[in-house]
């Protein structure tokens, strides 16, 4: 991934007056800026899936940084994660934001990734200040499997006996989290006509290297199909149910994704962002549209 100038002018992002954060330009080729939101809870793992997700997708597809000084932001913190160094959490507002554009048929495809910090997730007070997020059409929502009981009980006590710790979070991104996430979206946008918001959410696995967690999503080269399946009812199991439902209930369209940094196949960590960059465009006409 090699950095670049923008494109031009009149493509390049606007910058909230609260909160600092870049937010996607309103132009003339509005619709080909896509921006999505990473949220988790704190040590879920999210940073290294977003890094390791991105680098990935870029093996396929040309991805560059437009502005200034984000390269080098990328190279500092992905020697971090390649020489095994514990990442930085993820500082409070206004969060990490990158913005990439992506290689297309005719011209690029700007992507706008703001990544939230997980002291803030629960708090609609401080989710509000986030004002990327009236912006957003996708999310990403990174679950920790130890955070949830039949996986924090049976092997939380293994992951932290391990040199060096894999440190699991202490709860997952659950329902009080998304109540939160609610609150947020209605302050901050119009409703939507229907129940469902016309958003896309990928709900991400990780750690699923951690004492061979990814030996319960199916055989070792699974179907995506199969491993979305898998990964369903492994977070049945394991306690995640009633957010299952939730999430159905909430947006538009949802999909499961079982990940881990080696991962390849249906268990790469870029498969998120294949979907939600390509198959889980909401329609326009079904977009959110604010004052």
């Given at each position: ?38 949220l988790g809870v704190e040590r879920c ?27 080098a932001a990328w190279q500092s913190l ?166 299952m439902r939730a999430l159905d209930l ?42």
């Amino acid at each position: 991934m090699n950095s670049r100038p923008a494109l031009s002018a009149d493509s390049s992002p606007g910058v909230c007056a609260n909160c600092h954060q870049l937010l996607p330009a309103v132009a003339s080729h509005a619709s080909s800026v896509r921006s999505l939101a990473v949220l988790g809870v704190e040590r879920c793992g999210k940073t290294s899936w977003l890094m390791r997700g991105i680098t990935q997708f870029a093996v396929e597809r040309r991805v560059a940084f437009p502005l200034d000084g984000q390269h080098a932001a990328w190279q500092s913190l992905w020697r971090l994660l390649e020489f095994g160094k514990r990442m930085r959490p993820t500082p409070a507002l206004p969060g990490t934001g990158w913005c990439l554009d992506v290689a297309g048929e005719s011209a690029p495809r700007r992507i706008y990734i703001y990544e939230i910090s997980g002291a803030d997730c629960s708090d609609p007070g401080k989710l509000a200040r986030y004002r990327a997020l009236q912006h957003v059409d996708s999310l990403v929502l990174v679950v920790d499997p130890f955070g949830l009981p039949w996986a924090r009980d049976r092997y939380g006590e293994a992951a932290r006996s391990m040199r060096p710790p894999a440190e699991p979070a202490t709860s997952a991104y659950g329902e009080a989290h998304l109540a939160a996430l609610m609150q947020t979206l209605s302050a901050l946008r119009l409703q939507p006509t229907g129940a469902r918001w016309p958003i896309a959410a990928a709900v991400v696995v990780t750690k699923l290297d951690v004492i061979g967690l990814f030996r319960h999503f199916a055989s070792k080269d699974p179907s995506a199909e199969t491993a979305e399946g898998a990964c369903r009812e492994r977070l049945t199991e394991w306690g995640f149910a009633n957010m299952m439902r939730a999430l159905d209930l909430r947006f538009l369209a949802v999909r499961y994704f079982a990940c881990y940094p080696q991962g390849t196949g249906a268990f790469s960590a870029a498969n998120p962002l294949r979907w939600l960059l390509a198959d889980a465009r909401v329609p326009a006409n079904l977009r959110m549209k604010n004052d």
